[in-house]
């Protein structure tokens, strides 16, 4: 069985805090992974395949940890 993990696990994993890619599931940026309902609480259930997918679109646009670490566009300026 492949593994599970909540999002605090894979905020602490991809090293951004849990309100950034909760930020990144709200604005669409990251695909929703499946979600549970335990005892009354749903809960987003995160595989493999949604793990490497946070990691990725870390890895594509930001290039380390911290406030104010994001990739420049090097698009022309207006």
Aim: aromatic letters at 10%; glycine letters at 8%; proline letters at 3%.
């Amino acid at each position: 069985m492949a593994n599970i993990y909540s999002t605090a696990e894979v905020a602490r994993i991809c090293e951004v805090e849990k309100s950034t890619l909760l930020r990144w599931l709200y604005a669409g940026k990251l695909a929703e992974p499946a979600r549970r309902k335990f005892g009354g609480v749903v809960m987003r259930m995160w595989s493999e395949q949604d793990l490497a997918r946070a990691r990725k679109f870390k890895a594509e646009n930001y290039w380390k940890p911290g406030r104010g670490h994001k990739k420049k566009s090097r698009g022309k300026r207006s």
